[in-house]
């Protein structure tokens, strides 16, 4: 099949996370990746939960899960209908499903029942390590199905395992390439457990198979699954999907992500005022590479850029400080108003007028949303003296200190507020005629008015202040000055 037709053609992608957890960095850029194909042609994006491993439930994880792509606006188009949007599909819900495929398998020969108990089945893994042979069940019970049987008969627990054929497996994987495996290496792999719910391979295979998925895209660590799924879609007679399993995502220092590289839950990054859009551009490149040199992407050129086929086989590199420069770059093109709505729910206190009036101060001040909280306090309450830093700051006299804020309110008395750059100006030139340099003496103005040596720009905080504010704030550190110099 060509690109060009794969590209006409819609593509059924699904994301099927466990609900083991909170969603991670690599696994909501493998949804992104879907997400985009579908968006890309004009198909569907379906979201499937697949918890069958019961014993790995994460009480709160669906909910995680949802939350996040929500979050993200990675949504799902379809699935059952819970009154309102969609719910995703859930196997645990659609049992009957797959018991009824593993009763085709069986009745075919392509699947056989077992009833090994777990001791046998550790002795023989024990022996077969000891023996330095890849370890994989033996096929006792396919050899003594009459025994099989009459265990069964009697009411012995069993499980159904697959009957993997001989030969090789072989796909052409759109990311991996041509993939081939040696049957001989693949395990008898347990389909429905002895509780009638069928392992992930069944349940996967199954759900793939009636969603009319076409392309399977998921992470690499699934690759050596793909012969025991290719098996069945052969004993059932269904034609398989594509494949595409997307590269590993590492640390710096390429290991695998863990908390020490800041591999977060998705909803960290939420709480941290990370925009969704920048996320996802960083995690599309984690992988992609447009081929040009752009790197900043909307979600809109995303969709109109990226393709599967580019996405590269080896593992990609999560670099924080990278999120951070994509970050802060949506940050400067998001419109004021944007900006001032994503920052309501970091800012408590400023009402939606004053925020909005902060945003053009704090828009190249802040990376993250929540770092504008830090940033914002000292312009709603007043410094606390004495300070917890010294006043006045290092290589500045008390007497030039003290002069620089009469000077100043004498400017803006004069009406300088309103012309931040010609008041800056005004005090250059007084700080140079005392021999100072202005970044030390503007110290003094940072300490007077907002309590700590930085912040946001000064002039423009006078502004965003007023003038009455600025002179009451000013004045309070002339007080704290005149007790140290003596002659004033
Ligand atoms: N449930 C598997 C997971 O948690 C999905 C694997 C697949 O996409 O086939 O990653």
């Known amino acids: 099949m060509g690109e060009v037709q794969q590209a006409a053609a819609p593509w059924r992608v699904r994301f099927a996370p466990s609900p083991t957890g909170a969603l991670h ?24 939960i697949e918890d069958t491993d019961q014993g790995r439930h994460v009480e709160g994880s669906e909910k995680q899960i949802l939350d996040s792509l929500t979050w993200l606006g990675l949504l799902w188009d379809e699935g059952p209908e819970v009154g309102g949007p969609y719910g995703p599909y859930v196997q645990s819900e659609r049992l009957p499903i797959y018991q009824e495929q593993g009763r085709v398998l069986a009745a075919s020969g392509a699947a056989y029942f077992c009833i090994c108990s777990p001791e046998r089945l550790a002795a023989m893994r024990k022996a077969q390590q000891e023996q330095g042979k890849p370890t994989g069940y033996d096929r006792y019970c396919l050899h003594h199905t009459e025994e099989v049987a009459a265990a069964m008969e009697r009411g012995q627990s069993s499980v159904l395992r697959l009957r993997m054929p001989e030969g090789r497996s072989s796909w052409d994987d759109l990311i991996l390439g041509e993939t081939s495996f040696d049957n001989n290496m693949v395990d008898d792999q347990v389909l429905l457990k002895s509780d009638g719910f069928p392992t992930y391979h069944l349940a996967s295979v199954v759900d793939d198979h009636l969603m009319r ?5 998921r992470s690499q660590e699934w690759t050596s699954s793909t012969p025991k799924q290719l098996a069945l879609y052969a004993a059932l007679g269904w034609e398989p999907p594509f494949f595409a399993h997307t590269p590993n995502v590492l640390g710096e220092d390429r290991k695998k992500m863990s908390k020490r590289h800041g591999a977060k839950d998705i909803l960290e990054y939420r709480a941290q005022g990370y925009l969704p859009g920048a996320l996802l551009n960083a995690m599309a490149l984690l992988g992609w590479a447009s081929g040009t040199a752009q790197e900043l992407f909307s979600r ?7 393709s ?7 593992p990609a590199i999560f670099d924080a400080k990278r999120l951070d420069s994509i970050q802060a770059a949506h940050l400067r093109q998001l419109p004021d108003g944007e900006l001032s709505e994503a920052l309501e729910p970091f800012l408590q206190g400023p009402s939606r007028t004053q925020i909005l009036s902060l945003v053009p101060l704090l828009r190249e001040r802040i990376v993250r949303l929540a770092d504008a909280a830090g940033l914002v306090a000292p312009l709603l309450e007043r410094p606390r003296w004495p300070l917890k830093e010294p006043f006045p700051p290092a290589k500045v006299l008390p007497g030039d200190a003290f002069g620089l804020l009469e000077r100043t309110i004498q400017r803006i008395d004069a ?10 100006e005004a005090l250059s030139e007084w700080a140079t005629t005392k021999g100072a340099k202005p970044r030390d003496i503007f110290r003094v103005l940072y300490l007077a008015l907002l309590g700590t040596a930085a912040g946001l720009p000064i002039f423009d905080v006078m502004k965003y202040l007023g003038a009455e504010e600025v002179r009451f704030r000013l004045e309070q550190g002339m007080r704290e000055l005149s007790m140290l110099v003596d002659e004033l």
Not at 415 to 424: I, K, S, T
């Open 415 to 424: 009406g300088d507020l309103e012309n931040p750059v010609a008041l800056r």
């Open 25 to 48: 960095l690599g696994a909501v850029r493998t949804a992104l990746f879907a997400w985009l194909m579908a968006r890309k042609t004009g198909g569907q994006f379906i979201l499937r």
């Open 213 to 217: 998925i076409t392309h399977v895209i």
């Open 308 to 314: 599967i086929e580019r996405v590269n086989r080896a």
């Open 300 to 306: 809109d050129e995303l969709v109109a850029m990226f």
